[in-house]
């Protein structure tokens, strides 16, 4: 270790790997993951968004949840924002998930057409 | 791709307490489910130190939802997997349950064990990989040797220490800023640092979990405290009974070697440390310092008198620093986040906080870290959970075989090292071994006198001859042979042995005797005087039972139980017990519905 600069890029490098322990006040991605999502893609849905944060280097939790009654518009995937209300959709497809990366995690705009009525 | 990031990890705790409850075969039945259900890529799975709770582990903590499941069996990791780790949904049944209001709760921060310690030393036991450099150095750490080297001089590092009114965590309390000072101000050519690592206490661990732990916040506290009295080279002094704390420790080491953060120039400065671990035997009298000091030298473990002490003569001869484990543990949040912050927790005398190691006759039986200036009660009941099996409380014993026991008008004490030392304890490595009624506390202190009688290394008289003679009295009292005169022949003896002592060892080693003279002095005398040990607890005192006459309902159920048929009586009629026959086991009482039957 030749000065304080190089621990702190080494710090930097080495907080992004214990990102997950640290799920307050961020950005969270919520695949619906019961049978019914599993059965319509889910568990893909859920690797390509791990993949898509990963190579985006974003600081989001992606995890998971129960069934939430609307099992007919399976993938169903929740984002919420910290401090904002949670906004769901439905169908989720890999072309709508890098929408949904693209446009309201990393810009904070609200896809209104593919959101699904609470 | 490489997976560089999981979208959970799953942390277990690998500490000796969770090890010996089985948690390798749940690891490694987890691994078998994840891997069933392909999820090896989104799941990082990792080993961490003690968490604290070890009555209730194995433990788990699953993240980015911090969920926290205790007592778990590899056969529950199916359906661990399944629910939570596939499906998202937590699974109840191995959560935390509260004892009082039977309410599950999911994350550790709301249990009541956890809510009113202040893990500061213990941040990152149970929460960071002790076994990867780059965990530690996530959580902020090396910043402090780096400000330190490249920012202070050695004497602004001492000061600081100084500022902080740190003082040593191995039992005497001594500020450590001023023992820096004294091996800083030591005249050598070569100076030494030391960590001692050799936690002798019967029912003590909280050294072997922070170095199982969170072995890189040790190593940073040493070369802080190398830099700042001007040492080279330091030593752990660790116990070989240890070998998860010293497989974690060299680990550590060699990774910090690897980095840079041990060795030459570090910082790009000219300041160079070594650091080597020396295991010990095993010997509580090496915990002395100067007999540490002996056995790293190859010596006999055996100690000398001080002065010198060890800032001006130490290892080799040479000036050296010797602090306890937990003590360099607090160094690295003095220095990053100074004095001033430091000493907002704890008391004025006594800052920061302390590793106590719970108990005895306790239901949360594990590692507690709590500002102080906390009640005993707190400790005891907040966050111990209170007395096992609805018993009452009777006493604390606090400090190891060098401390006291405390009984419950003290509960509401605040604890410092010097509020404990006016009540005739003391701070000691922390340990706190709680008793309830049945304890007799006659009993306790041969116990502890037993442990320092064997322990005893011989080369002073008042301690190796001493400490038999008092230990021979407290047989004899334990045995019903209990002479008039005796009480006030183990005072005498306890006052000469303390004066008198060369070192720690003898000079403390009637501590336990003298608290319970002076809290339990009636117990001592019902066990001379009346032959009767009133907790029960002294089998060669107990009685033959009775049976009371009008209570007996005649069910037969003593007689049935009775190992050595000394109680008779007809079906539906009085029973009477032999006296002569009777060997006072006890198992009649258990049967009796009526409760008719007592001693």
């Avoid at chain 2, 202040?118 to 450099?133: F, S, T, V």
Wanted: hydrophobic share 35%.
């Amino acid at each position: 270790m030749k000065s304080l600069a190089e621990l702190t890029e080494l710090k930097e490098q080495a907080e992004k790997k214990l990102r997950v322990r640290k799920s307050s006040g961020k950005p969270q991605i919520i695949v619906g993951m019961d049978d019914c999502g599993i059965d319509a893609g889910a568990r893909e849905i859920l690797k390509k968004f791990l993949a898509e944060v990963n190579q985006r280097d974003l600081d989001v939790i992606v995890t998971q949840t129960e069934c939430s009654g609307q099992c007919d518009q399976e993938p169903v995937v929740t984002v919420q924002l910290p401090e904002e209300s949670k906004v769901t959709y439905g169908n989720v497809t890999a072309e709508k998930l890098e929408q949904i990366i693209e446009e309201h995690i990393v810009n904070g705009n609200i896809l209104e057409d593919l959101k699904l009525d609470q | 791709m490489e997976q560089s990031i999981y979208r959970s990890h799953i942390l277990i705790c690998g500490g000796t307490g969770c090890v010996s409850s089985g948690c390798k075969e749940v690891r490694s039945s987890l691994e078998d489910e994840l891997a069933r259900h392909d999820l090896e890529d989104e799941i990082k799975v990792l080993e961490t130190g003690c968490h604290g709770f070890c009555e209730k582990g194995p433990l788990i903590i699953v993240y980015p939802e911090s969920v926290f499941y205790c007592e778990l069996k590899p056969e529950n990791m199916e359906k661990l997997v399944e629910e939570h780790i596939l499906k998202g949904k937590i699974v109840e049944e191995f959560l935390y349950q509260e004892p009082v209001t039977n309410e599950s709760v999911r994350s550790y921060k709301d249990i009541d064990f956890y809510k009113k310690q202040e893990r500061n030393a213990l941040a990152n036991c149970g929460h960071i990989d002790p076994e990867e450099i780059e965990e530690y150095i996530a959580t902020g750490g090396y910043q402090a040797i780096g400000k330190a080297l490249t920012e202070m001089t050695p004497q602004e590092v001492i000061d600081e220490v100084k500022d902080s009114g740190l003082r040593g965590r191995g039992g005497g309390g001594f500020p450590a800023g001023l023992k820096w000072q004294f091996a800083s101000e030591a005249e050598g050519d070569k100076k030494y640092v030391i960590c001692n690592a050799d936690e002798g206490d019967p029912g003590a661990f909280m050294d072997r979990s922070l170095l199982e732990g969170d072995p890189h916040r040790i190593i940073e506290g040493m070369v802080i405290a190398a830099y700042a009295i001007g040492a080279d080279e330091g030593y752990v002094y660790v116990r070989a009974e240890y070998p998860l704390a010293i497989k974690r420790l060299r680990i550590a080491i060699e990774e910090a070697e690897e980095y840079g953060l041990l060795g030459d120039n570090l910082f790009g400065t000219d300041f160079n440390f070594d650091l080597h671990i020396k295991e010990g035997a095993g010997a509580f009298v090496c915990g002395e310092e100067t007999a540490l000091m002996a056995s790293i030298e190859g010596k006999r473990g055996m100690p000398r008198p001080r002065p010198p002490f060890p800032a001006q003569k130490g290892l080799w001869g040479k000036p050296s620093n010797i602090n306890n484990v937990e003590t360099y543990a607090n160094v690295p949040d003095v220095i990053q986040d100074g004095a001033e912050t430091y000493k907002q927790v704890g008391t004025e005398g006594s800052t920061g906080t302390k590793v106590f190691a719970l108990t005895g006759k306790i239901n949360n039986t594990g590692l507690a870290e709590v500002p102080m200036g906390i009640t005993m009660r707190e400790i005891i009941y907040d966050i111990g959970g209170g007395i096992n099996d609805g018993k009452e409380f009777k006493a604390v014993q606090i400090g190891g075989p060098s401390g006291g026991c405390l009984p419950e008008d003290k509960l509401d004490l605040t604890i410092d090292y010097d509020s404990l030392l006016e009540v005739g304890a003391m701070m000691g490595s922390g340990g706190l071994v709680v008793m309830d009624e049945d304890t007799c506390m006659v009993d306790v202190s041969r116990f502890f006198l037993d442990f320092t009688q064997s322990e005893s290394c011989g080369k002073c008289t008042p301690c190796r001859v001493g400490t038999k003679q008092m230990l021979d009295i407290l047989e004899r009292i334990t045995t019903g042979e209990g002479q008039e005169g005796d009480i006030e022949l183990l005072e005498e003896l306890a006052e000469n042995i303390k004066s008198t002592s060369l070192c720690g060892l003898g000079q403390t080693a009637p501590n336990p005797v003298l608290s319970t003279l002076r809290y339990f002095r009636d117990e001592y005398e019902a066990h001379i005087y009346e032959q009767n040990c009133p907790a029960g607890a002294c089998e060669e005192l107990l009685g033959a039972y009775v049976i009371d006459g009008e209570a007996c309902v005649g069910c037969t159920a003593c007689t049935d139980a009775c190992p050595v048929d000394a109680i008779s009586g007809e079906a539906k009629e009085e029973h009477q017990i032999d006296e002569d026959a009777c060997i006072a086991c006890g198992a009649c009482v258990e049967k009796c519905p009526v409760d008719a039957i007592t001693q």
